[in-house]
């Protein structure tokens, strides 16, 4: 007679062992970046600008993510402006806010000095959180939904220097012109079982959101692209990897700043569409991916690829290169500071 106890289902020692190396092999994996920079080193222009800005022209620095400092000699403006960067293990399981000397050591290396204002694409924590910071540190005017200002008002910064923007109506800043266009998030994707996916009830940040709250306190609330026209110049900063399709039909351009996360990730359609109504729609000479660098990390450190637990940087590198390629543009990568002349 078989005996009882010997029916139930034993893991055996060595399934157990391999399944907690499979497990250690994987979690290692998800937490390395998503690609090799050296592989992309001919795309980095690694030359930083430090003499004064010729008239005319229009010096850029990447500060990270979809943090773009755009300067003409007398006006600087920025978008987002996300320097704290709290680390995964914080981001993930503790409250975050915006850490003062972090923005300001940021402020002073990438010599932020006339900012006027800052423009926020959307109300994700990786986008806003430091933008009412900032704002406070130079004195310049915070432009967003009106997520982004309930962010700001959570964090002191004074309505005055406040100001919702309203989607195609040109806003004034220096010899800037920046027209805000109506665009779509990133698809939402998962990660640990949980998902960045806006609520359709609570799609917008309705009160004073008061520093430390969680990560995902910091709700999207819509998502916008940067038409910029300074004289016969023209530059589109688009954060997010989506499409409102036909939004950028008028927006032809000289420089397109791509957001490219995840894109690889996307249905091989959606990646020819996404192609198809930017880069191809809006004819940049030159395209320079953002939102490609692990935000979980500072900013005082190289920049590296997202991480392999919800990007392939190689893989949307890839795609982007061979299309442009193609298409006759010029792409190039830039290091977090790194600094050129767009015209
Ligand atoms: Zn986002």
Known sequence: MLNKTSLLKKPKPLFSILYCLLILFCSHCAFRPSGTLSHYDSYFPHESNTNPIPKGKIRTTFLGTTSILLDDGETQILTDGFFSRPSLWKTAFSKIESNPSTVQSVI??????????????????????????????????????????????????????MEKFQPGKPIQIGKFTITVLESKHTPPFRIFGKTNATDPNHPNIESPLIPPVKATDYIEGGTFDFFIQHGKNKILIKSSTNFVEGALDKAKVDVLFLGIAQLSLQPIPFQEKFYEQTVQTTKPKLLIPIHWDNFFKPLSVPLEPNLQLGDDFESNMKYILKRTQDDKVEVQLLQGFETIDLF
């Open 108 to 161: 002073d290396k990438a010599k932020i000095e006339r900012l006027k204002a800052i423009f926020v694409c959307h109300s994700h924590y990786d986008h806003v959180m430091d933008a009412p910071l900032v704002a406070k540190q130079t004195q310049a005017k915070l432009f967003g939904s009106s997520s982004t200002l309930n962010v700001g008002l959570g964090a002191g910064l004074n309505q005055k220097q």
